[in-house]
């Protein structure tokens, strides 16, 4: 058996957990791993930069694209009741100021911030979604956080972003130097230790191998944070996505329509209920601060 170094801590104390695929696109097999030294789940191999693109190319990336399916159609649906969920978030920390948004795909997010009157900075690396921003929100949207100036935000949004970077560590600590002295950084991640994600396993949507390179619970994000200099202020449950990723799931599974929905809601219901006793919700939002 290889031994499989952990490539945040480089720790050689590494176990497998589970085998799956990239069951929304490519169909290649790839592993979990997580490291016992700090405590982050991550996938083997991470394909780099350069590769790791083509896992992207695809019309039905929801969040880079135009929605085709009855499942896209549901995601668009659910996404608008979020996003002004996302909002009332906001608004409760903070009245005024620049929102950044790390991550910002195709920018429904900054363009909701900015009819609610915030000032709003993009960070988006992939092109196409970076010229759909601009153009819903008559903003420019930088490709990388190096274009910034010295600038400090209030926010800082990462949602469902943090699992998708490659270097934890830089990201983490990159922001934090953007942040003002009272400000929040909101990441928003899914968690592996959910009722949904035990249920599916290996058909758990949310792993999106390898899109999702790392795989986070309570237990490693306060970990990852408070080896930044961060610390958690608050968590809060996005009880929505446990019946979009069961949706999901089940259609990797290939499940007849009426099975689908059906087990869909059973599930999410479930998972939310379980939750209730262990905060082991399917998606988790983390809002943090400087220690």
């Given at each position: 058996?290889?031994?499989?170094?952990?490539?945040?801590?480089?720790?050689?104390?590494?176990?497998?957990?589970?085998?799956?695929?990239?069951?929304?696109?490519?169909?290649?097999?790839?592993?979990?791993?997580?490291c016992?030294?700090?405590?982050?789940?991550?996938?083997?191999?991470?394909?780099?930069?350069?590769?790791?693109?083509?896992?992207?190319?695809?019309?039905?990336?929801?969040?880079?694209?135009?929605?085709?399916?009855?499942?896209?159609?549901?995601?668009?649906?659910?996404?608008?009741?979020?996003l002004?969920?996302?909002?009332?978030?906001?608004?409760?920390?903070?009245?005024?100021?620049?929102?950044?948004?790390?991550?910002?795909?195709?920018?429904?997010?900054?363009?909701?911030?900015?009819?609610?009157?915030?000032?709003?900075?993009?960070?988006?690396?992939?092109?196409?979604?970076?010229?759909?921003?601009?153009?819903?929100?008559?903003?420019?949207i930088?490709?990388?956080?190096?274009?910034?100036?010295?600038d400090?935000?209030?926010?800082?949004?990462?949602?469902?972003?943090l699992?998708?970077?490659?270097?934890?560590?830089?990201?983490?600590?990159?922001?934090?130097?953007?942040?003002?002295?009272?400000?929040?950084?909101?990441?928003?991640?899914?968690n592996?230790?959910?009722?949904?994600?035990?249920?599916?396993?290996?058909?758990?949507?949310?792993?999106?191998?390898?899109?999702?390179?790392?795989?986070?619970?309570?237990?490693?994000?306060?970990?990852?944070?408070?080896?930044?200099?961060?610390?958690?202020?608050?968590?809060?449950?996005?009880?929505?996505?446990?019946?979009?990723?069961?949706?999901?799931?089940?259609?990797?599974?290939?499940r007849?329509?009426?099975?689908?929905?059906?087990?869909?809601?059973?599930?999410?219901?479930?998972?939310?209920?379980?939750?209730?006793?262990?905060?082991?919700?399917?998606?988790?939002?983390?809002?943090?601060k400087?220690?």
């Open positions: 058996m290889k031994s499989v170094h952990c490539p945040h801590c480089d720790s050689a104390k590494t176990l497998l957990v589970l085998k799956s695929k990239d069951y929304f696109l490519t169909q290649e097999l790839f592993q979990i791993y997580k016992t030294s700090c405590k982050i789940s991550f996938t083997d191999p991470i394909p780099d930069n350069k590769i790791i693109t083509k896992y992207y190319q695809s019309d039905s990336y929801v969040s880079h694209g135009q929605s085709r399916s009855i499942l896209d159609s549901v995601y668009v649906l659910a996404r608008k009741y979020t002004n969920w996302k909002v009332k978030i906001l608004k409760s920390l903070i009245s005024q100021g620049t929102v950044l948004d790390f991550g910002c795909g195709t920018g429904d997010f900054l363009k909701i911030c900015k009819d609610s009157g915030f000032q709003i900075q993009g960070i988006e690396p992939a092109a196409k979604a970076r010229e759909q921003a601009e153009y819903k929100t008559k903003t420019k930088h490709e990388n956080i190096s274009e910034l100036k010295g400090k935000y209030g926010i800082i949004t990462l949602w469902h972003v699992e998708h970077v490659h270097n934890l560590k830089t990201t983490l600590l990159t922001l934090k130097d953007k942040l003002s002295t009272d400000g929040k950084i909101l990441i928003a991640v899914p592996h230790l959910s009722y949904d994600a035990k249920y599916f396993k290996e058909y758990w949507a949310a792993y999106d191998l390898p899109r999702h390179i790392w795989h986070f619970n309570y237990e490693s994000m306060s970990s990852l944070l408070d080896e930044a200099g961060l610390v958690i202020v608050k968590t809060v449950a996005m009880k929505l996505d446990a019946y979009y990723i069961s949706l999901l799931s089940n259609k990797y599974q290939n007849n329509t009426f099975f689908k929905i059906v087990n869909s809601i059973v599930v999410g219901l479930t998972s939310n209920i379980k939750a209730k006793q262990n905060d082991n919700y399917s998606s988790v939002l983390f809002i943090v400087r220690k």
